[in-house]
């Protein structure tokens, strides 16, 4: 079946750094990929999406690159600040499917 | 505008016994989907409804059922209560419930269950 593996944290960088979380799937077909984000106390928030290999989801400095030959989507931002602290979660959804699958998810730490 | 709303927002129960969690979907969305959170781990996809019928169903026992009204708020139930179901039960909403296309998901906060 579709599975999600992430890279295991935590992981925790200084203000500035540059961020890549890795994440890669199994899937048949050509999935949607995602990443959510989640902050403390909240719900899941889209971060950012791809739907066809090669196109690039962007958003708040994150960036992640639909990889068809490596089944991947990492995430990755140049120049992280300390409100990027959260839980990063990578999904994907097949065509056709009702249901997202999860990967464990990557908790980030940024310190000042 | 609203978001998701779910209620309540923690709750306690003790083995065996049932409980029920509420969804309010974001107005004008139609499909409504469940997930179970277990600290440390990815969501898990238990139901997906839309227009009031079951779309989807995850890998999850018969003691999980859900139902959907035709405001299109939703119920989770869950009966005999393990300590394994304590967790973030999360619920998502969308317009048409088709998620692996340009249409987004939004979550609630979530409920927290703790089965003692």
């Known amino acids: 079946g579709d599975s999600v593996t992430q890279m295991e944290g935590p992981v925790t960088l200084s203000e500035e750094a540059c961020l890549t979380i890795?994440?890669?799937?199994?899937?048949?077909?050509?999935?949607?990929l995602f990443w959510y984000v989640q902050y403390p106390g909240e719900g899941l928030q889209l971060l950012l999406k791809a739907t066809k290999a090669d196109d690039k989801g962007s958003n708040k400095g994150f960036e992640a690159t639909y990889r068809k030959e490596t089944t991947s989507f990492h995430l990755e931002k140049g120049s992280v600040q300390v409100s990027d602290s959260a839980v990063y979660f990578c999904a994907l959804a097949s065509q056709g499917a009702q249901k997202l699958v999860f990967g464990q998810g990557t908790r980030l730490t940024i310190n000042p | 505008d609203a978001g998701v709303t779910q209620s309540p927002t923690h709750l306690i129960k003790t083995r065996g016994q049932q409980v029920t969690l509420r969804c309010s979907p974001i107005s004008g969305h139609k499909s409504v989907s469940w997930y179970q959170q277990v600290l440390g781990q990815g969501p898990q996809f238990i139901f997906q409804y839309y227009e009031k019928e079951e779309r989807g169903r995850g890998n999850f026992p018969d003691r999980f059922s859900a139902r959907q009204f035709p405001n299109y708020s939703s119920e989770l139930n869950v009966n005999a209560l393990l300590l394994g179901d304590s967790a973030l039960y999360l619920c998502?909403?969308?317009?048409?419930?088709?998620?692996?296309?340009?249409?987004?998901?939004?979550f609630g906060s979530g409920t927290q269950l703790s089965v003692l």
């Open positions: 890795n994440c890669t799937y199994t899937a048949t077909g050509y999935p949607s």
């Open positions: 998502a909403s969308s317009f048409l419930g088709r998620i692996a296309t340009n249409e987004k998901l939004f």
